[in-house]
């Protein structure tokens, strides 16, 4: 089966690093719809990296418009003009909240071809009880029109279709995992490093982590935090780590061959989170060979059922102690738990098996 004659739009509000995982998520989605024999294009609001990231997208076309006031809703009129005249014959959104949303729904009732949301765990308790006021003016003013006009809802994991259930009343997601990138060389040792790679934002838990930190006697081993995001959450982060002496530090955002580095040469990676979809970054540490340190919020329970995942909790004694477990593991337990890790990211998680499901997907959808 081939995606061969379907032209397939890809929403999103960011087509650049500042979306985060999400934007991960949609460059393998255009991947994989290219090597089916489809044609993807991706739409998005313009934000400051866009120009810059374009070229991780490949021989995607890629269309950003410029939003009107604030950027929350991200109100860009040219959006919907350019959806309806791209004759497209599926329109798949990734992330929630703003205004492609609304374009997104617009589309969907103007041409009646289907229509695809990924929220990419943003129906997350965690994230809906922030911010409940805008989020309620979102759900009245065009969420709940997207949700209705979606031909299917997409959860990456079976915890997300609770959510998604939960939020919409419907019970009919397609249940379709990320995918991880190629797998690396195989790696022969650990390195000696921690990682946290990924947005600097309350929900990431750094806070917790850097205590945790402090009280380890962790030698010579460092803890290496990378990453972007919000000045006042930037700032808050290079107080901690300032504060927490010379083995942790701070290198802002890193990308392409600095980030492959960082995760190749990496002990362990590590996400305290109190709330993610299903990150990329995990399934990027696991294709390195690289095993993780991960909360129960970041929904793969296959990396703890393997080994390729050690379990922390939220606390810095939980975290403490799942830290100093990674720091004193031998040699061949590493070694175990890194074949686990790029194990996973070769089976389930591999861009062949969850191009198979969107291909089927997408294929059921357009006929």
């Keep these: 089966m081939t995606l061969a004659g379907l032209r397939i739009g890809l929403l999103t509000a960011s087509a650049s690093r500042a979306g985060g995982g999400v934007f991960e998520a949609v460059v393998r989605q255009a991947d994989l719809i290219r090597a089916a024999g489809g044609a993807p294009c991706v739409f998005a609001l313009t934000d400051e990296h866009v120009q810059a990231d374009r070229a991780r997208l490949g021989d995607t076309p890629v269309r950003d418009f410029r939003v009107r006031g604030?950027?929350?809703?991200?109100?860009?009129?040219?959006?919907?003009?350019?959806?309806?005249?791209?004759?497209?014959?599926?329109?798949?959104?990734?992330?929630?909240?703003?205004?492609?949303?609304?374009?997104?729904?617009?589309?969907?009732?103007?041409?009646?071809r289907p229509y695809i949301v990924s929220p990419h765990g943003m129906l997350d308790p965690w994230i809906t009880e922030r911010g409940r006021a805008k989020k309620a003016l979102a759900r009245w003013g065009y969420e709940r029109a997207s949700w209705r006009e979606a031909a299917a809802l997409h959860a990456l994991t079976q915890a997300e279709a609770a959510d998604i259930s939960r939020e919409t009343g419907r019970e009919d997601s397609l249940v379709i995992p990320n995918a991880a990138p190629s797998l690396a060389p195989a790696r022969a040792r650990a390195g000696q490093g921690i990682v946290y790679l990924g947005r600097i934002h309350p929900k990431k838990n750094l806070a917790a982590l850097i205590t945790a930190w402090r009280g380890l006697a962790?030698?010579?081993?460092?803890?290496?935090?990378?990453?972007?995001?919000?000045?006042?959450?930037?700032?808050?982060?290079?107080?901690?780590?300032?504060?927490?002496?010379?083995?942790?530090?701070?290198?802002?955002?890193?990308?392409?061959?600095?980030?492959?580095a960082l995760l190749r040469d990496a002990r362990a990676l590590i996400l305290p989170s109190f709330s993610e979809g299903?990150?990329?970054?995990?399934?990027?540490?696991?294709?390195?060979?690289?095993?993780?340190?991960?909360?129960?919020?970041?929904?793969?329970?296959?990396?703890?059922?393997?080994?390729?995942?050690?379990?922390?909790?939220?606390?810095?004694?939980?975290?403490?102690?799942?830290?100093?477990?990674?720091?004193?593991?031998?040699?061949?337990?590493?070694?175990?738990?890194?074949?686990a890790a790029q194990g996973l990211a070769a089976s389930r998680f591999s861009l062949e098996r969850v191009s198979m499901q969107w291909t089927q997907a997408y294929r059921r959808l357009a006929e």
């Design 278 to 339: 299903l990150p990329m970054v995990i399934l990027e540490a696991w294709a390195a060979g690289t095993p993780t340190v991960i909360t129960a919020q970041c929904n793969l329970p296959d990396g703890l059922a393997t080994g390729a995942a050690l379990a922390c909790g939220h606390d810095a004694v939980s975290i403490g102690t799942a830290l100093a477990t990674t720091l004193q593991m031998k040699d061949t337990e590493w070694q175990r738990r890194s074949a």
């Design 218 to 260: 962790a030698g010579e081993a460092t803890l290496t935090i990378a990453g972007w995001g919000g000045a006042a959450d930037v700032a808050a982060l290079e107080r901690d780590v300032a504060a927490a002496g010379s083995s942790v530090r701070f290198v802002g955002a890193v990308h392409g061959e600095a980030k492959d």
């Design 70 to 112: 604030p950027k929350q809703p991200g109100w860009a009129p040219g959006l919907l003009r350019a959806l309806l005249a791209a004759e497209l014959d599926l329109l798949h959104l990734h992330g929630i909240w703003l205004y492609p949303s609304y374009a997104g729904a617009r589309w969907a009732r103007a041409t009646r």
